[in-house]
């Protein structure tokens, strides 16, 4: 008689639940006691139903493994709990993905946007990485303060939004990251246990439960405000990026808002306008002998600012911030640079002190320290990023990392430009406002989803 009382109420609590999701307009994907619905992909990890969720556990030599859903879903919202047994298991959840059974050496690839569950020191859960394809796009660098959503030792709620061409994601109830993407309008819902090539990995555990989804009557969950948006879109802003003051400085169509560094029209040459880019046109590495640099119209002061930048090889360029144009120059106007450079070809790589004239340096004055992946390579596009804080901090980020910080002004800063190029002009980098510009350095670079955000 106990046991069926208990039975009885275990089956009234799950009836609650069902009934809640279902007014909610959610519907499990996991029914609490079969894997049905579901199928295993790729690696050699193991998942079984416990306790009413799923258990996944790491394979020694493995490669990843994903438990992924037998339909595929184009818009939706996701919720789930998940909780990693050990802070260096590493999982994910994924999202409009797919799968390439030839892939990785015949192994079979799943390839696609993923939420990251990441409980090491690095912090990046609710990140947002491309499996198997474009590696990282929303490295949780580009929203430090939500980096301790994530509470290790105990299940963490995770929300993923995609709808159209947005995916945005929380955790715990915490805005962590937003993308704006052109790929894969629909895909399966996996879940990773990662690939561990370490003993000590061996057997630890990732456990999910709680797995719903909703797909009808969708309308855009409210995001904090405040939260950098990679839009993947060219030229493009979101509404939510338009409210929280972002403005685009290039439209992908014409020259408005820049002219010549050395005149009030933009430049008649050395410059081009098309396919959405804005091009400099290489003059056999003359620097500003063809076209000249192109400035702001307006000048800016505190500011969040990102760019979008292809080199060509042997590419030198640069974006510079604080261009008074008081300065009376010789080719490039004077300004602090966000150096752009191809570092293996570019002799520029190699001279100033330590690598600071190497790319997403601030030139000349500090170098960035930057990881091989993240850099990627000549021909394709990166996205460079600058923020400029009210109290004059200062940070360069290189596709996602921050790669170096400085406060402008400070004793430290001055001794910098004291042993620099910079030391003959009074006061350099340190204006309350200037021009944004992007350097002609004589060789072929393309700019793109120039956009700005000033901060007070």
């Known amino acids: 008689m106990k046991n069926l009382k ?53 394979v020694l030599n493995s490669g990843n493994t994903f438990l992924v859903t037998e339909k595929e879903y184009g818009d939706f919202i996701l919720e789930i709990d998940v909780k990693t047994e050990s802070t260096i298991t590493n999982s994910g959840v994924q999202v409009r993905s797919h799968f390439d059974p030839a892939g990785h050496e015949g192994k079979g690839l799943v390839y ?10 690095r912090k990046w859960t609710g990140g947002i990485y491309d499996e198997g394809r474009r590696d990282w796009l929303y490295p949780m660098e580009l929203n430090a303060k939500a980096k301790d959503a994530w509470k290790n030792g105990q299940f963490n709620h995770i929300k993923v939004e995609c709808i159209g061409n947005s995916m945005k994601t929380w955790i715990n109830g915490i805005a962590t990251a937003y993308v704006v993407d052109t790929l894969d309008a629909r895909g399966f819902i996996g879940l990773q246990v990662h690939a561990i090539d ?32 990679v839009n993947l879109q060219s030229n493009s802003l979101t509404p939510y990026e338009k409210t929280d003051g972002w403005k685009l400085l290039f439209d992908g169509k014409s020259s408005a808002g820049w002219r010549s560094a050395s005149a009030a029209t933009f430049p008649a040459k050395g410059w081009k306008i098309a396919d959405g880019k804005l091009s400099v046109i290489g003059a056999n590495g003359g620097e500003a002998t063809n076209g000249g640099d192109i400035v702001t119209d307006k000048m800016y002061g505190a500011f969040d600012m990102s760019f979008e ?3 060509s090889k042997g590419a030198n360029s640069g974006v510079k911030y604080f261009v008074t144009l008081d300065e009376k120059t010789k080719g490039s106007a004077i300004g602090l640079e966000y150096q752009v450079l191809d570092d293996a070809v570019h002799p520029d790589a190699k001279l100033g002190r330590d690598g600071d004239r190497t790319l997403a340096s601030l030139y000349d004055l ?28 200062v940070e360069h980020y290189l596709n996602g990392i ?55």
């Open 6 to 58: 208990a039975y009885l109420l275990a089956a009234a609590v799950m009836a609650g639940v069902h009934t809640a999701n279902a007014q909610g307009g959610y519907t499990n994907l996991f029914d609490g006691k079969t894997l049905n619905g579901w199928k295993i992909l790729a690696g050699k990890a193991e998942y079984k139903v416990e306790n009413g969720g799923i258990t996944g556990t790491a």
């Open 112 to 121: 696609g946007k993923q939420c990251e569950v990441d409980p090491s020191d």
């Open 198 to 229: 370490n003993e000590a990995q061996a057997g630890k555990k990732v456990y999910f439960k709680n797995i719903k989804i909703k797909t009808t009557g969708l309308k855009p969950e409210p995001f904090s405000k405040g939260v950098y948006v």
């Open 309 to 311: 930048f292809r080199m």
């Open 366 to 393: 500090i170098t960035a320290k930057k990881q091989p992946r993240f850099v990627h390579p000549i021909g394709a596009w990166n996205t460079g990023r600058i923020i400029v804080y009210p109290n004059n901090h």
């Open 402 to 456: 921050k790669v170096l910080e400085y406060e402008r002004g400070s004793k430290e800063f001055r001794d910098l430009v004291a042993i620099s190029k910079y030391k003959i002009w009074k006061d350099f980098g340190e204006a309350k406002e200037g021009h944004i510009l992007l350097q002609d350095h004589g060789f072929d670079v393309d700019f793109r989803s120039v956009k700005i955000k000033e901060l007070k």
